[in-house]
């Protein structure tokens, strides 16, 4: 799987709890619902869940630019995240 792939990547850098990582695993499971929202498009709150993910990884993005913008590029490159023009 690559979740555990990138697991033990990451914490041989980083524990489960930093920034990078939870954007990683924010990443996943917008994956997973965009993908099931495709063949139901109906299911409400899974499109609020969506939502309310994509929310709390736009914050963590955020903060991680102010932060240390080396780092947010790296991350953003290896997740395949385009740059929101918000804020």
């Known amino acids: 799987m690559v979740k555990n792939a ?3 990547q990451e ?3 980083e ?4 920034i990078e990582f939870q954007v990683f695993s924010f990443t996943n499971k917008i994956r997973r619902l965009t993908s099931h929202l495709q063949l139901h498009r109906k299911d409400y709150l899974s499109q609020r869940g969506l939502r309310k993910i994509l929310g709390k990884r736009q914050r963590l993005l955020f903060y991680l630019s102010k932060k240390n913008r080396v780092h947010y590029k790296e991350l953003m490159n290896r997740l395949n995240i385009r740059e929101s023009k918000t804020r």
């Open 11 to 13: 914490e041989k850098k």
């Open 15 to 18: 524990s489960r709890g930093s």
């Open 6 to 8: 990138f697991i033990s």
